[in-house]
């Protein structure tokens, strides 16, 4: 047994190991209760949390509106699978498909999930069946030979440095080879190339496998690092001419974290397939895949489904979400907290760069500066950030984020940075 774990803050006293599977390190701090962007732990210790629970809570913590959703739900009718239609779900496809055309109908169906990952994994299923594996025979039966004998066209070729989940396949879309090593047998079908490689992503994009492209609009647990219209403009022009579904995976970019409604909005394409979940509840579990509607046609019934995705506790919660988020014009709100935000960084002792877009930015820390040692010191202090890469931190407070909140939140990163060597 790893003794961190026994020592960990969620283990119960007298219990000589945490009941809790070691995938994450021992945690140190356990918070019970949230507001807004505060969090308070056991101790009654307050937080400023510049994290949101990683992307997720763009509304901040205990929303009134998300509260009540949920509670009128909870005492209304929680669970009765997806053989049944629910009150919310169509509403909510309805309201995401008009977010992903920017205000105007996007001509789209959505599929809800549980994550990110099984969002992706939607995507991914679709592109295989859109791309012709098991083709419907001539008298209608399925699972007779495409143009690659059982499969049709079915490889997904994404990024390095991406981020798409730690199912099987999402692990292997995952374009992090260091962490597929330890899970091999990996699903087959994927393929990665350099991030904002235009010409490695043609040559790795044969016609006859390859059935879509997968990109973030910003790489997040990469290390926050934006496309450029330039690379998404060339990848939307290069899958039309041979064919490929362009899928952007809009999971922790999506819902006006960047400054837009979705990051592509910023990138000049239009999506066939995009894919979201983490701000779309609040941090209840709901995640959704949208694709335009001829290619959602490549689905029928029986192909792909979920027990709980889209559940009415779920989707009532993320409706409350989505109209909260127009309510405040939450595109607006990040872009002009995210200016203030990222000035008054840069003015950071220590902080040598600045990157990413609306509230999803990264503080890339001087040499010799560990990332994670500077995490460690502004929880103590009293704020919660992460280290995206080992020389950067990540920050993404709520979109409801205000000024004073920023001033403080910088305060204690000045304190904190200026005790390491500059
Ligand atoms: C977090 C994330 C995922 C995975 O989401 P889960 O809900 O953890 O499965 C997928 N793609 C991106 C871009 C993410 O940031």
Known sequence: ????????????????????????????????????????????????????????????????????????????????????????????????????????????????????????????????????????GLNGQRGLRGPNGMRGRHTVVSALGSFHGRTLATLHATGQPARHEAFQPLPEGFRHVAWLDVDALAAACDPTTVAAVLLESVQGEGGVNPATADYFVAVRRLCDER??????????????????????????VVPDVVTLAKALGNGVPIGACWARADVAAAFEPGDHATTFGGNPLAAAAARAVVGELERIDAPARATAQGARLTAALRELPGVIAVRGLGLLLAAELAPGIDAKAVVADAL?????????????????????????EIDEAVAILTTVLSEFPA
């Open 1 to 136: 047994m790893n003794p961190a774990h026994a020592a960990a803050v969620h283990a119960p006293p007298g219990l000589d190991r945490c009941p809790l599977m070691p995938t994450y390190g021992a945690p140190t701090t356990m918070f019970v209760r949230g507001a807004g962007t505060e969090l308070w732990d056991a101790e009654g210790g307050r937080y400023l949390d510049f994290l949101s629970g990683l992307a997720v809570t763009s509304l901040g913590h205990a929303h009134p509106a998300v509260t009540e959703a949920l509670s009128r739900q909870a005492a209304t009718l929680v669970h009765t699978s997806n053989l049944f239609a629910t009150e919310h779900a169509a509403p909510l496809a309805t309201a995401l498909d008009r977010l992903i055309g920017d205000g105007a109908p996007a001509g789209g169906q959505v599929f809800f999930a549980n994550s990110g990952a099984e969002a992706n994994e939607c995507a991914i299923k679709l592109a295989r069946r859109f791309g012709g594996s098991g083709l419907r």
């Open 243 to 268: 064919g490929i579904l362009f899928m952007v995976d809009e999971v922790q970019t999506g819902l006006a974290r960047t400054g837009r409604w979705f990051g592509f909005h910023h990138l000049g």
């Open 380 to 404: 103590a202090a009293g704020l919660v950030v992460n280290a995206v890469s080992p020389s950067a931190l990540r920050l993404a407070p709520p979109l409801t984020v205000a000024d004073a």
